[in-house]
Protein backbone atom coordinates (compact mmCIF):
# COMPACT_ATOMS: atom_id res chain seq x y z
CA UNK A 1 0.00 0.00 0.00
CA UNK A 2 1.79 3.34 -1.14
CA UNK A 3 1.91 5.72 0.98
CA UNK A 4 3.02 9.12 0.18
CA UNK A 5 3.04 12.64 2.13
CA UNK A 6 1.78 15.98 0.07
CA UNK A 7 2.49 19.40 0.33
CA UNK A 8 -0.67 20.23 2.19
CA UNK A 9 0.32 18.26 5.28
CA UNK A 10 -1.65 15.25 4.37
CA UNK A 11 -0.73 11.42 4.78
CA UNK A 12 -2.56 10.03 1.04
CA UNK A 13 -2.72 6.41 1.14
CA UNK A 14 -3.17 4.64 -1.92
CA UNK A 15 -4.84 1.04 -1.60
CA UNK A 16 -2.88 -1.33 -3.92
CA UNK A 17 -3.32 -4.73 -5.93
CA UNK A 18 -0.72 -6.29 -8.12
CA UNK A 19 0.88 -4.70 -10.41
CA UNK A 20 -0.61 -4.78 -13.94
CA UNK A 21 -2.07 -2.59 -16.93
CA UNK A 22 -5.43 -2.60 -15.37
CA UNK A 23 -4.34 -1.18 -11.35
CA UNK A 24 -3.96 2.29 -12.51
CA UNK A 25 -7.45 4.01 -11.42
CA UNK A 26 -6.74 2.56 -7.77
CA UNK A 27 -8.70 4.60 -5.36
CA UNK A 28 -7.18 6.93 -2.71
CA UNK A 29 -7.80 8.38 0.29
CA UNK A 30 -6.38 11.19 2.20
CA UNK A 31 -6.20 10.90 6.35
CA UNK A 32 -4.76 13.73 8.14
CA UNK A 33 -2.70 12.29 11.61
CA UNK A 34 -2.95 14.17 14.63
CA UNK A 35 -3.12 17.69 13.34
CA UNK A 36 -0.87 19.93 13.56
CA UNK A 37 2.77 17.64 12.72
CA UNK A 38 4.75 21.05 12.40
CA UNK A 39 6.64 22.27 15.66
CA UNK A 40 7.62 25.82 16.40
CA UNK A 41 5.35 27.47 13.70
CA UNK A 42 7.08 25.86 11.04
CA UNK A 43 6.33 23.04 8.12
CA UNK A 44 8.01 20.04 9.03
CA UNK A 45 11.29 18.70 6.42
CA UNK A 46 11.01 15.34 7.40
CA UNK A 47 8.28 12.92 8.78
CA UNK A 48 8.79 9.49 9.69
CA UNK A 49 7.91 6.58 11.84
CA UNK A 50 11.20 5.23 13.73
CA UNK A 51 11.51 1.79 13.72
CA UNK A 52 11.46 0.40 17.49
CA UNK A 53 12.50 -3.15 18.90
CA UNK A 54 9.78 -5.80 19.56
CA UNK A 55 7.83 -4.62 22.15
CA UNK A 56 7.96 -1.37 22.20
CA UNK A 57 5.61 1.77 20.98
CA UNK A 58 5.81 3.07 18.08
CA UNK A 59 6.83 6.66 17.48
CA UNK A 60 6.37 9.34 14.89
CA UNK A 61 9.17 11.88 14.46
CA UNK A 62 8.94 15.44 13.01
CA UNK A 63 11.31 17.71 11.91
CA UNK A 64 11.59 21.49 11.07
CA UNK A 65 14.43 23.43 9.31
CA UNK A 66 15.31 24.99 12.47
CA UNK A 67 16.06 22.06 14.18
CA UNK A 68 12.83 21.67 16.08
CA UNK A 69 12.12 17.78 17.12
CA UNK A 70 9.38 16.63 18.05
CA UNK A 71 8.92 13.06 19.37
CA UNK A 72 5.49 11.49 19.79
CA UNK A 73 4.75 8.12 21.29
CA UNK A 74 2.09 6.56 19.72
CA UNK A 75 -0.65 4.53 20.75
CA UNK A 76 -1.46 0.92 19.31
CA UNK A 77 -3.78 1.92 17.42
CA UNK A 78 -0.95 4.90 16.32
CA UNK A 79 -3.99 7.27 16.24
CA UNK A 80 -3.49 9.32 19.45
CA UNK A 81 -0.20 10.28 21.58
CA UNK A 82 0.33 9.14 24.77
CA UNK A 83 3.76 10.63 25.19
CA UNK A 84 5.56 13.57 23.84
CA UNK A 85 9.01 14.75 24.05
CA UNK A 86 10.56 18.10 22.55
CA UNK A 87 14.28 18.35 21.49
CA UNK A 88 16.40 20.91 19.47
CA UNK A 89 19.30 20.00 17.39
CA UNK A 90 21.52 22.27 15.47
CA UNK A 91 19.98 23.26 12.04
CA UNK A 92 19.11 24.23 9.03
CA UNK A 93 18.28 20.55 9.05
CA UNK A 94 17.28 19.73 5.29
CA UNK A 95 16.80 15.92 6.61
CA UNK A 96 16.32 13.47 9.19
CA UNK A 97 16.11 10.02 9.11
CA UNK A 98 15.80 7.12 12.17
CA UNK A 99 18.22 4.31 12.70
CA UNK A 100 16.62 0.92 12.16
CA UNK A 101 17.53 0.46 15.67
CA UNK A 102 15.10 2.86 17.03
CA UNK A 103 17.75 4.90 19.33
CA UNK A 104 19.61 7.04 17.03
CA UNK A 105 18.87 9.83 14.40
CA UNK A 106 20.96 10.91 11.81
CA UNK A 107 20.37 14.54 10.20
CA UNK A 108 22.34 17.17 7.98
CA UNK A 109 21.57 20.26 5.95
CA UNK A 110 23.31 22.92 4.07
CA UNK A 111 26.12 23.90 5.34
CA UNK A 112 25.24 21.44 8.79
CA UNK A 113 27.61 18.11 8.39
CA UNK A 114 26.00 14.70 8.62
CA UNK A 115 25.19 14.22 12.16
CA UNK A 116 24.03 10.98 14.73
CA UNK A 117 22.07 12.10 17.81
CA UNK A 118 21.10 9.89 20.22
CA UNK A 119 17.37 10.05 21.40
CA UNK A 120 18.02 8.46 24.85
CA UNK A 121 20.68 11.28 26.20
CA UNK A 122 19.73 13.72 23.88
CA UNK A 123 23.27 14.11 22.44
CA UNK A 124 24.87 14.27 19.25
CA UNK A 125 27.32 11.06 19.47
CA UNK A 126 28.84 11.46 16.43
CA UNK A 127 29.56 14.61 13.61
CA UNK A 128 31.31 13.77 10.06
CA UNK A 129 34.36 15.88 8.68
CA UNK A 130 34.27 17.96 5.35
CA UNK A 131 36.46 16.57 2.78
CA UNK A 132 40.10 18.05 2.30
CA UNK A 133 40.27 20.91 0.50
CA UNK A 134 40.32 20.76 -3.39
CA UNK A 135 43.62 20.86 -5.88
CA UNK A 136 42.70 25.02 -5.15
CA UNK A 137 43.17 24.36 -1.61
CA UNK A 138 39.86 25.74 -1.31
CA UNK A 139 36.78 24.22 1.03
CA UNK A 140 34.06 22.81 -0.61
CA UNK A 141 30.67 23.25 0.41
CA UNK A 142 28.21 21.15 2.49
CA UNK A 143 24.78 20.52 2.03
CA UNK A 144 23.20 16.95 3.17
CA UNK A 145 20.09 16.06 0.77
CA UNK A 146 18.95 12.87 1.90
CA UNK A 147 20.84 10.25 4.19
CA UNK A 148 19.90 6.23 4.58
CA UNK A 149 21.35 3.95 7.56
CA UNK A 150 22.31 1.13 6.48
CA UNK A 151 20.83 -2.31 7.62
CA UNK A 152 22.64 -4.96 9.67
CA UNK A 153 25.56 -2.45 10.22
CA UNK A 154 24.59 -1.81 13.87
CA UNK A 155 23.64 1.62 12.98
CA UNK A 156 27.67 2.60 11.77
CA UNK A 157 27.31 2.98 8.16
CA UNK A 158 25.73 6.08 6.81
CA UNK A 159 24.99 7.06 2.70
CA UNK A 160 24.46 10.64 2.10
CA UNK A 161 23.68 12.44 -1.13
CA UNK A 162 24.75 16.36 -1.31
CA UNK A 163 23.04 18.74 -2.99
CA UNK A 164 26.34 19.46 -5.30
CA UNK A 165 26.20 15.66 -6.78
CA UNK A 166 27.96 13.93 -4.45
CA UNK A 167 27.18 10.26 -2.87
CA UNK A 168 29.16 9.34 0.05
CA UNK A 169 29.39 6.22 2.39
CA UNK A 170 30.55 6.89 6.17
CA UNK A 171 31.18 4.75 8.55
CA UNK A 172 30.90 6.37 12.15
CA UNK A 173 33.38 4.06 13.72
CA UNK A 174 36.01 4.01 11.13
CA UNK A 175 36.61 7.88 10.58
CA UNK A 176 34.58 11.27 10.46
CA UNK A 177 35.27 11.11 7.22
CA UNK A 178 33.69 9.45 4.49
CA UNK A 179 35.07 6.01 3.65
CA UNK A 180 33.82 6.59 -0.35
CA UNK A 181 33.12 9.85 -2.09
CA UNK A 182 31.81 9.92 -5.69
CA UNK A 183 30.64 12.53 -8.01
CA UNK A 184 28.14 11.05 -9.65
CA UNK A 185 27.03 13.51 -12.58
CA UNK A 186 29.34 14.92 -15.89
CA UNK A 187 28.51 18.80 -14.12
CA UNK A 188 30.63 20.56 -11.49
CA UNK A 189 29.24 21.43 -8.02
CA UNK A 190 28.70 24.75 -9.04
CA UNK A 191 27.03 24.28 -12.18
CA UNK A 192 24.32 21.62 -11.02
CA UNK A 193 24.03 24.49 -7.44
CA UNK A 194 23.01 27.46 -10.31
CA UNK A 195 21.11 24.83 -13.07
CA UNK A 196 19.32 23.62 -9.64
CA UNK A 197 19.99 19.95 -10.55
CA UNK A 198 21.07 18.66 -7.23
CA UNK A 199 20.53 15.71 -5.55
CA UNK A 200 17.32 15.57 -4.16
CA UNK A 201 17.10 11.67 -2.65
CA UNK A 202 18.38 8.57 -1.90
CA UNK A 203 17.05 4.93 -1.52
CA UNK A 204 19.09 1.44 -0.76
CA UNK A 205 18.47 -1.57 -2.07
CA UNK A 206 17.89 -4.98 -0.79
CA UNK A 207 21.82 -6.46 -0.53
CA UNK A 208 22.97 -2.71 0.29
CA UNK A 209 25.39 -2.72 -2.60
CA UNK A 210 24.01 -0.15 -4.94
CA UNK A 211 21.80 2.94 -4.13
CA UNK A 212 18.68 4.37 -6.50
CA UNK A 213 19.87 8.13 -6.37
CA UNK A 214 17.24 11.34 -8.06
CA UNK A 215 17.99 14.71 -8.58
CA UNK A 216 16.11 18.12 -9.18
CA UNK A 217 16.02 17.16 -12.91
CA UNK A 218 14.23 14.03 -13.32
CA UNK A 219 17.20 11.80 -12.68
CA UNK A 220 17.37 8.71 -11.39
CA UNK A 221 21.14 6.87 -11.37
CA UNK A 222 22.09 3.44 -9.63
CA UNK A 223 25.12 3.87 -7.89
CA UNK A 224 27.34 1.40 -6.28
CA UNK A 225 28.52 2.08 -3.23
CA UNK A 226 31.37 -0.35 -3.66
CA UNK A 227 33.16 1.59 -6.36
CA UNK A 228 31.26 4.53 -6.93
CA UNK A 229 30.11 4.74 -10.25
CA UNK A 230 27.13 5.02 -11.81
CA UNK A 231 25.64 1.88 -14.07
CA UNK A 232 22.02 2.31 -15.24
CA UNK A 233 19.53 5.00 -14.83
CA UNK A 234 15.54 4.98 -14.85
CA UNK A 235 14.12 6.50 -17.72
CA UNK A 236 10.47 8.21 -18.38
CA UNK A 237 11.08 10.38 -15.47
CA UNK A 238 10.27 14.58 -15.91
CA UNK A 239 10.43 16.86 -12.97
CA UNK A 240 12.20 16.81 -10.07
CA UNK A 241 12.00 13.78 -8.04
CA UNK A 242 11.48 13.93 -4.11
CA UNK A 243 10.88 10.94 -3.42
CA UNK A 244 12.26 7.13 -3.78
CA UNK A 245 11.75 3.98 -2.08
CA UNK A 246 12.25 0.17 -2.40
CA UNK A 247 9.65 -2.27 -1.78
CA UNK A 248 10.05 -3.45 1.80
CA UNK A 249 9.71 -7.06 0.60
CA UNK A 250 13.19 -8.90 -1.07
CA UNK A 251 10.10 -10.90 -3.17
CA UNK A 252 9.13 -7.88 -4.79
CA UNK A 253 11.73 -6.11 -6.29
CA UNK A 254 10.10 -2.96 -7.04
CA UNK A 255 11.45 0.86 -6.85
CA UNK A 256 8.88 4.04 -6.89
CA UNK A 257 9.59 6.58 -7.54
CA UNK A 258 7.71 10.64 -7.24
CA UNK A 259 8.18 14.10 -7.58
CA UNK A 260 6.90 17.15 -8.47
CA UNK A 261 5.18 16.10 -12.20
CA UNK A 262 2.58 14.54 -10.03
CA UNK A 263 3.28 11.04 -11.57
CA UNK A 264 3.99 7.83 -9.47
CA UNK A 265 5.87 5.54 -10.98
CA UNK A 266 6.93 1.92 -10.13
CA UNK A 267 10.07 -0.07 -12.23
CA UNK A 268 11.71 -3.45 -12.08
CA UNK A 269 14.59 -2.73 -10.10
CA UNK A 270 16.33 -5.44 -12.20
CA UNK A 271 15.42 -5.11 -15.63
CA UNK A 272 14.82 -1.08 -14.87
CA UNK A 273 11.50 -0.96 -16.81
CA UNK A 274 8.45 0.90 -16.20
CA UNK A 275 5.78 -1.24 -15.06
CA UNK A 276 3.07 1.20 -13.51
CA UNK A 277 2.85 4.89 -13.87
CA UNK A 278 0.21 6.15 -11.13
CA UNK A 279 -1.15 10.13 -11.53
CA UNK A 280 -1.41 11.52 -7.67
CA UNK A 281 -3.41 14.62 -8.82
CA UNK A 282 -0.85 16.75 -6.84
CA UNK A 283 3.01 17.48 -6.43
CA UNK A 284 4.26 14.44 -3.88
CA UNK A 285 7.11 15.12 -1.24
CA UNK A 286 7.18 11.33 0.01
CA UNK A 287 6.22 7.99 -0.57
CA UNK A 288 6.52 4.34 0.46
CA UNK A 289 5.25 1.01 0.35
CA UNK A 290 3.11 -1.56 2.46
CA UNK A 291 5.73 -3.84 4.08
CA UNK A 292 3.18 -6.63 3.03
CA UNK A 293 3.38 -8.40 -0.45
CA UNK A 294 0.90 -7.71 -2.51
CA UNK A 295 -2.17 -9.78 -2.57
CA UNK A 296 -5.87 -10.44 -4.62
CA UNK A 297 -9.49 -10.67 -3.22
CA UNK A 298 -11.39 -13.32 -4.89
CA UNK A 299 -13.58 -10.61 -6.95
CA UNK A 300 -10.09 -9.07 -8.15
CA UNK A 301 -8.71 -12.62 -9.70
CA UNK A 302 -12.01 -13.43 -11.07
CA UNK A 303 -11.90 -10.12 -12.90
CA UNK A 304 -8.37 -10.21 -13.75
CA UNK A 305 -8.92 -13.66 -15.00
CA UNK A 306 -11.98 -12.62 -17.13
CA UNK A 307 -9.58 -9.93 -18.49
CA UNK A 308 -7.06 -12.48 -19.90
CA UNK A 309 -9.61 -14.56 -20.93
CA UNK A 310 -10.72 -11.46 -23.66
CA UNK A 311 -7.25 -10.83 -24.35
CA UNK A 312 -6.83 -14.36 -25.30
CA UNK A 313 -10.16 -14.03 -27.33
CA UNK A 314 -9.15 -11.52 -28.86
CA UNK A 315 -5.60 -12.95 -29.80
CA UNK A 316 -6.98 -15.92 -31.01
CA UNK A 317 -10.18 -14.38 -33.30
CA UNK A 318 -6.92 -12.31 -34.82
CA UNK A 319 -4.90 -15.06 -35.66
CA UNK A 320 -7.79 -16.93 -37.38
CA UNK A 321 -9.02 -14.05 -39.59
CA UNK A 322 -4.99 -13.84 -40.41
CA UNK A 323 -5.40 -17.96 -41.56
CA UNK A 324 -8.51 -17.10 -43.23
CA UNK A 325 -7.01 -14.11 -45.25
CA UNK A 326 -4.16 -15.91 -46.48
CA UNK A 327 -5.81 -19.49 -47.09
CA UNK A 328 -8.60 -16.99 -49.18
CA UNK A 329 -5.36 -15.42 -51.13
CA UNK A 330 -3.86 -18.86 -52.03
CA UNK A 331 -7.41 -20.38 -53.60
CA UNK A 332 -7.81 -17.20 -55.71
CA UNK A 333 -4.27 -17.43 -57.32
CA UNK A 334 -5.35 -21.07 -58.30
CA UNK A 335 -8.56 -20.37 -60.08
CA UNK A 336 -6.49 -17.66 -62.08
CA UNK A 337 -4.43 -20.37 -62.95
CA UNK A 338 -7.15 -22.63 -63.68
CA UNK A 339 -8.76 -19.90 -65.86
CA UNK A 340 -5.39 -19.13 -68.07
CA UNK A 341 -4.88 -22.88 -68.75
CA UNK A 342 -8.75 -23.64 -70.17
CA UNK A 343 -8.40 -20.13 -72.43
CA UNK A 344 -4.85 -21.46 -73.48
CA UNK A 345 -6.99 -24.87 -74.48
CA UNK A 346 -9.58 -23.35 -76.66
CA UNK A 347 -6.84 -20.89 -78.40
CA UNK A 348 -4.65 -24.32 -79.71
CA UNK A 349 -8.57 -26.11 -80.34
CA UNK A 350 -9.62 -22.94 -82.63
CA UNK A 351 -5.86 -22.41 -84.06
CA UNK A 352 -4.75 -26.00 -85.27
Excluded at 82 to 99: E, I, K, L, N, Y
Excluded at 183 to 200: A, H, N, P
Excluded at 218 to 235: C, H, I, P, Q
Aim: charged letters at 25%; aromatic letters at 6%.
Amino acid sequence: MPARAAENGLLCVRASTPLTPRNAHLARTQVSIMEPLSVAHEEPRSIFMLNCVAGAAARLITCCENGAVNIRTLDDALENAVAQQDVTVVGPVSRMRGAHSGAKLGYGGKENELQVFDIASEKVEWKAKNVPNNFLDLRLPVWVTDLQFLRNSNDRKIAICTAYGQVRLYDVRAQRRPVLSAMVTDKSEQIRLDDGTRLTCLALSHDQTWAAVGDAQGELRKVDLRTGNVFGKFKHISGSIRSAAFHPSPVCNYIAAAGLDRHVRVYDAKKMSCISIIYAKQKVNCLLFDPQPPTQSAAEEVDEEDWLGIQEAKALAKKKKEEEEEDAGGGGDGDDTAENGETHDLNLKTNP
